[in-house]
């Protein structure tokens, strides 16, 4: 291989670069990225990027140094527009066309939009420039609401209202993170945002918004009532990136869908929160926007491309920060499981362990990171002899 | 070989621990990295190298 290209410029193409050198990959690789920024990591935008003002400096990933021993030729500000699976050829939106051996996309997810036209003062957070104009504006609006109660919603919540704001999260759901984590951890910690002093308004759906001039002055629910707000943040989950990829000839769905080595075709493999791949020790398809994934998956990804031909197996990990707690997680949370709490819920420090057909396939930790840490091993143990193969599509 | 931590940059997922449990240790509710010898031996480094490899906000380093 004489040329590999990562597209996407963000925590999985950055890991990308640095797997092919540690793997012994000496060629040409370039990077083509969408922001003009260099690497940074992402987790801290929703929380101490806002709450404590933190510099670029202390998210950025790497720094100039490690970048320039990399050797990767970094593209930015550029977009990707066009893939010639055939033809080897990638196209970028200023009509350049680079001819690869190797890809990797890791292209990442947009924002999901409120559908119609929004007024100022309403905002979406995924990149480092959403976040430096969310904390200005935060500065000039006391009252703000949060549409959506899933990670992101729920640790902005959290970050607005450390800075004293006044906070009212709205969602259509019966308790936060929902889609995350069984009830019992969505109703603790909707009780911990409660006195927290954040207003949570569940089971509510959202009509519009209302403004003047222009500008936000509230959020109006189905039910006609509406809360008046100078600042909204709409977080109602995500989109892959692959608008550009529907024509290509990969197979797309819910991401770039992937085999169980992260292979979308010869040659082309996917990693990060864009990626959909069959996890063979859970026999399930899964596509995960969490950072440790962007780490993990890039590296595997390069491997594979690199000729290891060996599964993407990992035992998925997120964390997220609100208010004084630390919630983490290993593995996955089938909404058919159940859940097993060791320690005491009220306690303010507990393991749950999730078990679904059969065997324990999840693990969260509330304020307790090194106990939940030993937790993992008896998920590795309990996923390492299975092999669950994808069943074959066939034509209907 | 010295090990440096940066704990400001840490977000406690304890990857360092998995993979050189002799070098790191993690506090105990919040997860956040400890180091529990700075001049790890010769023989541990590949599983030191490994531990940066792995840690997803790169707050681990070494010098010399």
């Given at each position: ?332 949370f089938p909404a058919d499981g159940a859940l097993e709490i060791e320690g005491n819920m009220a306690s303010g420090r507990f393991v749950a362990l999730c078990h679904h057909q059969g065997r324990v396939v999840g693990a969260l930790g509330w304020n307790a990171a ?8 008896r998920l590795a143990d309990a996923m390492k002899d299975i092999r669950i193969d994808e069943p074959a599509l066939t034509a209907a | 070989m010295r090990v440096v931590i940066e704990q400001a940059r840490c977000c406690g997922a304890g990857q360092c621990v998995l ?46």
């Amino acid at each position: 291989m004489r040329t590999v290209i990562v597209v996407g410029g963000s925590a999985a193409g950055l890991a990308a670069v640095q797997s092919l050198r540690a793997e012994g990959y000496r060629e040409r690789i370039i990077v083509v990225g969408a922001e003009i920024h260099l690497p940074y990591d992402r987790p801290p935008l929703s929380k101490g990027f806002i709450a404590d003002n933190l510099p670029f400096e202390h998210i950025r990933l790497g720094d100039q140094a490690l970048l320039d021993d990399l050797g990767a030729e970094w593209l930015v500000p550029a977009r990707a527009c066009e893939l010639d699976l055939n033809g080897r050829i990638l196209r970028l939106e200023a009509d350049d066309r680079l001819g690869f051996d190797g890809l990797i996309l890791t292209t990442g997810v947009s924002p999901r939009a409120f559908p119609g036209k929004v007024p100022g003062g309403v905002y979406t957070l995924r990149g480092l420039d959403d976040a430096a104009a969310l904390r200005t504006a935060l500065g000039t609006a006391p009252r703000v609401a949060v549409l959506g109660t899933g990670v992101l919603g729920m640790e902005f919540a959290a970050t607005a209202r450390k800075l004293g704001l006044d906070v009212t999260v709205i969602g259509n759901s019966l308790h936060p993170l929902a889609r995350q984590f069984p009830s019992e951890i969505g109703e603790l910690l909707a009780a911990r945002h409660r006195e927290a002093g954040v207003t949570l308004r569940l089971n509510e759906q959202i009509a519009g918004f209302e403004e003047t001039g222009g500008r936000l002055n509230g959020v109006r629910l189905a039910n006609g009532e509406i809360i008046p707000v100078e600042l909204a943040l709409v977080a109602i989950g995500s989109k892959p990136n692959v608008d550009w990829l529907w024509t290509s000839g990969l197979l797309i769905g819910d991401g770039i869908l992937c085999d169980a080595r992260c292979c979308a075709a010869t040659g082309i493999y996917a990693a990060g929160d864009v990626a959909s791949w069959w996890h063979s020790g859970y026999g399930a398809r899964l596509r995960i926007e969490h950072r440790m994934n962007a780490t993990e998956q890039a590296a595997a990804a390069v491997k594979n491309l690199l000729g290891a031909a060996e599964d993407f197996r990992p035992i998925p990990f997120m964390w997220s920060d609100q208010h004084d707690v630390k919630l983490q997680s290993y593995g996955i949370f089938p909404a058919d499981g159940a859940l097993e709490i060791e320690g005491n819920m009220a306690s303010g420090r507990f393991v749950a362990l999730c078990h679904h057909q059969g065997r324990v396939v999840g693990a969260l930790g509330w304020n307790a990171a090194k106990a939940l840490r030993q937790s993992r091993m008896r998920l590795a143990d309990a996923m390492k002899d299975i092999r669950i193969d994808e069943p074959a599509l066939t034509a209907a | 070989m010295r090990v440096v931590i940066e704990q400001a940059r840490c977000c406690g997922a304890g990857q360092c621990v998995l993979a050189a449990p002799d070098v790191f240790d993690q506090r105990e509710d919040d997860g956040i990295v400890i180091l529990l010898q700075e001049n790890p031996p010769e023989e541990l480094r590949a599983a030191v190298m490994q531990a940066i490899k792995v840690c997803p906000t790169l707050a681990i380093r070494l010098e010399g």
